[in-house]
């Protein structure tokens, strides 16, 4: 359950089914969440809410991962949001092209969702940001 300071996460994922997964998982570790299926959805909700953390799937329909991270990046928020992509993609490629595109990290799918918490957990700290 999320505390007063809890890390805000924004979680995008074209997938129910996986979005709902990750949802519990990061509230049931105290983050304060908000979920969205698609890109256009995630850029939005985060340039409404400023979330401390951002975690992305690649592969969506319309607007995918890497536009909205690069889009993230472009606006140059203070502070800047940790990015996190939890994708299919597996090759070295690809990951150095998610990490180019603004990425901090880049899970791959199925994802540890311990050692995605982990991470986010050793970069952003409870109230990081004000303006709720």
């Not at 959805?41 to 329909?61: F, K, N, R």
Request: glycine share 6%.
């Amino acid at each position: 359950m999320p505390t007063p300071n809890a890390v805000r996460l924004l979680i995008a994922d074209d997938d129910p089914s996986v979005l709902a997964a990750y949802a519990l998982f990061f509230n049931a570790h105290g983050y304060e969440t908000r979920a969205t299926g698609n890109g256009a959805d995630a850029l939005a909700e985060y340039c409404g809410w400023h979330p401390d953390a951002v975690v992305l799937d690649i592969q969506m329909p319309g607007m995918d991962g890497r536009a909205v991270a690069r889009e993230i990046r472009r606006l140059r928020s203070a502070p800047l949001p940790l990015l996190v992509a939890v994708t299919a993609l597996t090759s070295p490629s690809e990951q150095a092209e998610t990490i180019r595109s603004g990425f901090d990290y880049h899970f791959v799918k199925p994802a540890d969702l311990p050692a995605v918490l982990a991470t986010i957990a050793s970069h952003v700290r409870p109230g990081a940001t004000d303006d709720s």
